[in-house]
């Protein structure tokens, strides 16, 4: 697995997106571009983050932050999250594959039927993260997990944001 460091340049990342076609190198936020990955429509947990991240969107906007919210899901299934969760107001990546999903260090889980709501799982998915990367497209901030839970509040990402930018706080964990 590929382990991606701060302050080192992320892999590209090119993929569709329910408003169109999204490149992280055309992407020219004030501060951050934040890539949040979800796990897909079948998480109930994905859907109250997301919905989370959509009341606190213009924050974001506000501390010069780009957001994208992916998942390795197909077109159709993005787009009944994005209608049943009412999260229109975020940019919505789909199709994120096996590839893509390893340049970024990502896990990837084995989907097992049918989940507690109702929704079929993917055979395959992408587990959560989320990816803060600075106007160079190096990387500032990561948090990847194995598990839909105990994900960073939105709330305080916000929070470290107007710290970072305030203090020109430097990248850390760039070492081995």
């Known amino acids: 697995m590929i382990v991606l460091k701060p302050r080192v340049a992320t892999p590209a990342l090119n993929l569709d997106t329910l408003q169109g076609p999204w490149s992280l190198a055309e992407q020219t936020p004030e501060n951050f571009t934040m890539v949040v990955v979800y796990r897909g429509l079948h998480c109930p947990i994905c859907k109250n983050y997301l919905k989370e991240l959509s009341r606190l969107a213009d ?4 501390k010069g932050v780009n957001v994208l919210v992916l998942s390795s899901d197909t077109k159709k299934r993005a787009e009944t999250a994005s209608n049943e969760w009412e999260i229109s107001n975020l940019t919505m990546g789909y199709g994120l ?40 497209g190096t990387l500032y901030w990561s948090n990847i997990s194995t598990m839909p839970f105990a994900r960073p509040h939105f709330k305080e990402v916000l929070g470290a944001i107007e710290f970072a930018v305030t203090k020109n706080y430097p990248a850390r964990g760039e070492l081995v």
């Open 97 to 136: 594959t096996v590839e893509q999903s390893q340049a970024w260090g990502l896990h990837r889980s084995a989907g097992h039927g049918v989940t507690s709501i109702g929704i079929e799982e993917p055979a395959e998915f992408t587990e959560p993260g989320l990816f803060l990367i600075r106007p160079d």
């Open 59 to 62: 924050d974001f906007t506000a």
